[in-house]
């Protein structure tokens, strides 16, 4: 029988081993990664981000790598049922199909990401394959699928018993209309998920680490606006868009009405604000203020918030609406959640 999990590790090694020619390129060719490190942190967004902050900094505290960090945190909420806005029990798009976004990024500036993809759970290890395997950034769809079937992932149905009913609640008057921070309301575990058919809409994890080697990465994972057309691509699985990670600067990823983030190219923005000097939360808020600037109208009614770390591991965050969220672990502390500034 073929063994995911054996295979998954025997491919990281000998990834691990084509890649290190690729890496010691990129060390000549990157000064940064020898910059002083900065304090190991691990943020990402929304409360769900608590437990998934924890899961990675089991990795950091170890002295592992930041990409590696990030990707064992958001398959926390990937494989939980009871979040309905990213991986397993994800809500569907309009033809009751849940279709996964996700994105990855490491220190030497590689990237890897599949968008559209059906069936499988951690859609974030599949980018990280595509990132470590292939000479491609984004595989979709049914080339994504074949890639993960392929590579040993297993073909799983992801869409739970309460996510189709949610579905079908919505088909009765399939209204598409974007509801602000829902993620946090999809996610009460006191007062598990009773909304009406139409509230339904976005969801993301975004987390961003920099781990005890002073190197930064950052992963983006997400089921992406519930009941979208089927096709619709989302800002998460976009490098520059949903994320972006530049180890001499910063990282960023961002949540909520992608196309807003994919207009504007935020994350990248974010970055290279950061750049020329400003904080990351001074740059989460001018990435923002771009969206609102240029569709005042649009802007009133959605939520679209960004969340960066520099390479100092000062982080912060800017989002159009009140209610964004995000959580923070550090070596002082493993499940801040704090609540990020805003527009309105
Ligand atoms: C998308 N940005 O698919 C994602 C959804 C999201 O908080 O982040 N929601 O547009």
Not at 15 to 28: D, P
Request: proline fraction near 4%; glycine fraction near 10%.
């Amino acid at each position: 029988m073929f063994n995911r999990r054996k295979f998954i590790k025997i491919s990281a090694i000998s990834t691990g081993i084509l890649a290190l020619g690729e890496k010691s390129i990129a060390q000549n060719t990157i000064p940064s990664t020898k910059q002083t490190a900065g304090k190991p942190i691990v943020i990402s967004t929304w409360d769900f981000g608590i437990a998934a902050n924890k899961e990675a900094w089991k990795v950091i505290e170890k002295g592992g790598r930041a990409v590696d960090a990030v990707e064992q945190g958001v398959h926390v909420p990937e494989a939980d049922p009871k979040n309905q806005s990213v991986g397993y029990g994800g809500l569907p798009d309009r033809d009751g199909k849940v279709t996964l976004d996700a994105c990855i990024m490491d220190e030497f500036g590689s990237c890897g990401s599949v968008a559209g993809l059906e069936h499988i759970m951690h859609p974030i290890s599949v980018a990280r394959l595509v990132m470590d395997k292939t000479p491609h950034v984004m595989l979709v769809g049914d080339g994504a699928l074949q890639f993960a079937l392929e590579n040993g992932f297993k073909k799983e149905n992801l869409l739970t018993p309460e996510s189709e009913k949610a579905w079908k609640e919505w088909l009765v008057t399939a209204k598409y209309e974007p509801t602000i921070n829902i993620e946090n309301k999809l996610y009460d575990k006191a007062a598990p998920t009773k909304l009406p058919g139409n509230q339904y809409n976005h969801d993301t994890i975004g987390m961003l680490a920099l781990d005890q080697h002073g190197n930064l990465s950052g992963a983006c994972t997400t089921s992406g606006m519930a009941f979208k057309l089927h096709g619709r691509v989302g800002d998460s699985p976009i490098i520059g868009a949903g994320l972006y990670v530049d180890n001499e600067i910063g990282g960023a990823t961002s949540t909520g009405v992608g196309e807003e983030v994919i207009r504007n190219v935020g994350s990248f923005l974010v970055v290279e604000l950061m750049r020329q000097g400003y904080s990351p939360e001074e740059a989460c808020k001018e990435a923002v203020m771009r969206i609102i600037k240029k569709k005042p109208e649009i802007a009133k009614n959605i939520q679209v918030g960004f969340l960066a770390l520099n390479k100092k591991g000062e982080y912060g965050a800017y989002a159009i609406q009140k209610g964004f969220s995000y959580a923070v672990c550090s070596d002082k502390k493993q499940d801040d959640l704090i609540s990020g500034k805003s527009y309105y």
